[in-house]
């Protein structure tokens, strides 16, 4: 079973396709991850000429290994980096076979993104679209970032959500939208649990839908 997890900063997909994953016994891949390691190789060039091929060269060399200095990579400017290099086709395209191999390994998967419904896994068995209003994906955000020691600056994190949000909206080689045969669910108003017992409810009725027939 594949199950693609979509939605705009902090509202709560990577927390929710973690905990999908752990119920229903899937790897899960939090996609973000890959462009934020881009956007951390190109820290400090982000004015310079080559940004762009240094983007690309970073994308196409990228494996696991990269991934796992979380400190670094989860935090706000890492993110606006991310969304710096995610407009780029090139890096999308070099990101598109190491998530798309990810989704297809026996046995399913789950991936949270921007646009796993829409373009890495268009054929996914269940596809949510996770929702929340700004000021709640700010201070879910800023609690996330407190609890690791950070001090955090709640002006600053709001702006920089919205710098990414917008940078993310007009992504001409994005698919940034909820698929059409997407679940939308707002966690705005719902803790982690409530979130994901309605997560969990979607995915087993639409399961059951298919294995009807
Ligand atoms: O966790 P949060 O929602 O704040 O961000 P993320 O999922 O780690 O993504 C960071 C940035 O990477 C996003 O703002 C997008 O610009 C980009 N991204 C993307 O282009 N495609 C994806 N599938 C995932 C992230």
């Known amino acids: 079973m594949i199950i693609a997890v979509d939605g705009p900063a902090a ?22 991850l890959l462009y934020r390691a881009v956007g951390r190789a190109i820290a400090g060039r982000e004015d310079s000429a080559d940004f762009e091929a240094a983007a690309i060269a970073a994308a196409r060399a990228l494996d696991a290994a990269h991934l796992t200095d979380l400190a670094v990579l989860t935090s706000a400017e890492t993110g606006v980096l991310a969304s710096k290099v995610a407009v ?14 990810f989704a297809l390994q026996p046995g399913g998967a789950v991936l949270d993104g921007r646009d796993i419904g829409t373009k890495i896994c268009p ?14 994906r700010m201070e879910r955000r800023a609690k996330q970032l407190e609890e690791r020691g950070l001090i ?7 702006h920089q959500i919205e710098e990414r949000d917008s940078r993310d909206m007009l992504n001409p080689h994005g698919g940034f939208y909820k698929a059409a045969d997407a679940h939308l669910l707002d966690t705005t108003l719902l803790g982690i649990e409530a979130a994901l017992r309605a997560a969990i409810e979607i995915v087993d009725r639409d399961m059951a839908l298919k294995a009807g027939g």
């Open 123 to 136: 054929d996914a068995d269940v596809k949510l679209f996770i929702q929340a209003d700004s000021k709640a």
């Open 152 to 158: 955090v600056d709640r002006y600053v994190l709001y």
């Open 11 to 32: 509202s709560g997909k990577g927390t929710l396709a973690a905990g999908l994953a752990r119920h229903y016994r899937l790897p899960h891949l939090d996609t973000g």
């Open 88 to 101: 780029i086709a090139e890096v999308r395209a070099a990101l598109f076979a190491f998530q798309r191999e």
